[in-house]
C-alpha cells in the first residue's frame, strides 16, 4: 500500500471514530451551548486568527467579515462525491427550516482544492444549494495552516494517469463559529434541532453580553 493510500485510510478511521464517538455520546457541554447527538461542544472557544481567501465572486474575503454571525464552515471541494454534497445539502435544509433569522447566520465552504475550485467553480457549486452561501478558495499550501487552526485535515491523493483526476481526502464535520469568530462546536451529522439550537444559543449570548454592555 503506497503512502498515499496509508494517509487516506488512516484519516478515515480518524474522522470514523470522531463521528461514532459523537453519535453514541453526548459530549459535555459549555456554560453557554447545551449538548446534542452528534454535535461536539468545545468546553473552552478555539479562538482563530484573521485569514484571508477568494470568494466566489473573486473578490478578498476575510474571516471577520463574518463577525456578528454565528457561521457554519466546512473544508471540502467541488469534486467530493459525497460528504461535501450531503453538508451543503444539510445547510440548505437548515437555511430554509426558518429556524433562524438569515441576517445572523452564514453558510461557508472553503476549498482544499484551489487547483481545480477556481472562484467560478465555487460559484457554480455553492448556487447549487443557496445564492447566499459563501465559497471560498485559495492554493492548498494557504489553505492547509487556515485548516490547522481548525484542527481540520486534509491530503490530496494520487492522480489518475488515464484522465489526471484526483480525490481529496479531508475532514467531515461542520464547524460552528461564534459572532467573535471562535470555534465553539462541531457538528457530525446532527439533527437540524440541534444545529439550529447551537447557532441560538449562540445567538443568545452575543445578545445577553450586547444587553449586559449598555447597562
Known amino acids: 500500500m503506497d503512502r498515499?493510500?496509508?494517509l487516506r485510510q488512516a484519516l478515515f478511521i480518524v474522522s470514523a471514530i470522531a463521528c461514532f464517538t459523537v453519535a453514541q455520546h453526548a459530549l459535555p457541554a459549555s456554560a453557554d451551548v447545551p449538548s446534542?447527538?452528534?454535535?461536539?461542544?468545545?468546553?473552552?472557544?478555539k479562538p482563530i486568527a484573521d485569514f484571508t481567501l477568494t470568494d466566489q465572486n473573486g473578490a478578498s474575503f476575510k474571516l471577520t467579515d463574518l463577525k456578528g454571525k454565528v457561521a457554519f464552515m466546512l473544508f471540502g471541494f467541488t469534486n467530493c462525491p459525497d460528504a461535501c454534497p450531503l453538508s451543503m445539502e444539510r445547510l440548505r435544509e437548515l437555511q430554509?427550516?426558518?429556524?433562524?433569522?438569515?441576517?445572523?447566520?452564514a453558510y461557508v465552504m472553503i476549498s482544499v482544492d484551489g487547483e481545480r475550485d477556481t472562484p467560478a467553480a465555487m460559484k457554480a457549486f455553492v448556487a447549487k444549494y443557496s445564492s447566499d452561501f459563501i465559497g471560498l478558495t485559495a492554493d492548498p499550501s494557504r489553505v492547509a495552516p487556515i485548516a490547522a487552526q481548525f484542527s481540520a485535515m486534509f491530503f490530496k491523493g494520487a492522480r489518475n494517469p488515464h484522465d489526471g483526476h484526483y480525490d481529496v481526502a479531508h475532514s467531515p464535520q461542520i464547524f460552528v463559529l461564534d459572532p467573535a469568530g471562535r470555534v465553539r462546536a462541531e457538528v457530525y451529522s446532527a439533527s437540524l434541532e440541534a444545529m439550529a439550537g447551537v447557532a441560538t444559543a449562540l445567538l443568545n449570548e452575543k445578545n445577553a453580553a450586547s444587553e449586559g454592555g449598555t447597562k
Open 4 to 6: 498515499s493510500s496509508n
Open 36 to 45: 446534542y447527538e452528534r454535535v461536539r461542544v468545545l468546553e473552552t472557544p
Open 96 to 105: 430554509h427550516s426558518g429556524s433562524l433569522a438569515d441576517e445572523s447566520v
